[in-house]
């Protein structure tokens, strides 16, 4: 049998045969492919060699095609149809899209983000999942690797070149205590502020962090700088369970302000302007620059940031 050799096989010469095969006519498929008669000859040549057969032999004005050229005509097709397809950029149809996205992000993020991109995720793109998983010291290694496709955070690194990000929104730090705490009847005070004990979120050492620094360091730092210093009673590793502790106690828990906002909605609790300015800071999603030009985390990624825009 004779044995083709794909290495010395020039693509274009399957265009050649395509147009040669509906054309049978040498000058007509040359045209229709942009080639003169002598380059379309030409190949026709090659190609008769390459198939060890002459593919079209002549009648009259046009050429026939042989039995072998016949076979050739359908996969042909397929063949070039792959190639374009393989050289096209995907069309992402979120309806028929699926799989599982997998997403890093604290519990501060999954409550504050989450419900508003679930509900358009479930109603435009009704196959795909969402896997959400821990902060860890290594998630830049993770994003690296592709075990995490996005993370929702801070990141605290120099520009690097492999990692991408975008800015959803400006935050900044609140105080929340029980509504009736005495603290709501008088002017929050440096004095005051430090007086009463605290609850704080701890957060993992990473250079992503879920929000900027932890804030347990943040606001002890601010403190400290002012030659003050609070009693950190209560530390929780989780936001969730804060609001309910701290709206059964006479615990002060600063945090971002709008997961403070969210939580005075369901747990009696009022929310405070710190006695000082403790800043803000930048929340952001970022990826690796492996998926910067997937289509479906291109449109996941301005999903999300439409959403946190309205936050």
Known sequence: MHKIDLLQLDL??????????????????????????SATSHALGR??????DPLLVRSNKNMVPTPRALELLEPLEKILLDIEGLIQPTIFEPKTAQGTIQLAASDYSIVV????????????????????HHWRSDILDLLRNGEIDLGLG?????????????????????????????????????????????ASI????????????????????????????????????HF??????????DLILTLPRRIAMMFAEYVNLAILEPPIDFGQYDYMQFWHERRDRDPLHIWLRQLIASQTQLL
């Open 202 to 237: 701890t957060i993992p050492n990473s250079p992503a962090s879920p929000i900027l620094h932890s804030p347990i360091k943040h606001v002890d730092n601010a403190l400290s700088n002012l030659g003050v210093k609070r009693r950190v009673m209560l530390k929780l590793p």
């Open 113 to 132: 983000i989450l419900p508003k991109v679930l509900k358009l995720l479930s109603d435009n793109a009704p196959h795909l999942n969402l896997e959400c």
């Open 47 to 52: 190609l008769r060699e390459i198939f060890n």
């Open 154 to 198: 801070v990141l605290n690194l120099p520009q690097t070149s492999e990692l991408r990000f975008q800015t959803l929104f400006v935050e900044d730090l609140v105080s929340v205590v029980r509504a009736d705490h005495p603290i709501t009847q008088t002017n929050l005070t440096i004095e005051s502020y430090v007086a009463w004990s605290h």
């Open 12 to 37: 274009n010469l399957l265009l050649v045969l395509h147009a040669l095969l509906l054309e049978r006519n040498v000058t007509n498929a040359g045209e229709r492919i942009g080639l003169s008669q």
């Open 240 to 249: 969730l369970a804060a609001p309910v502790i701290v709206a059964q106690s």
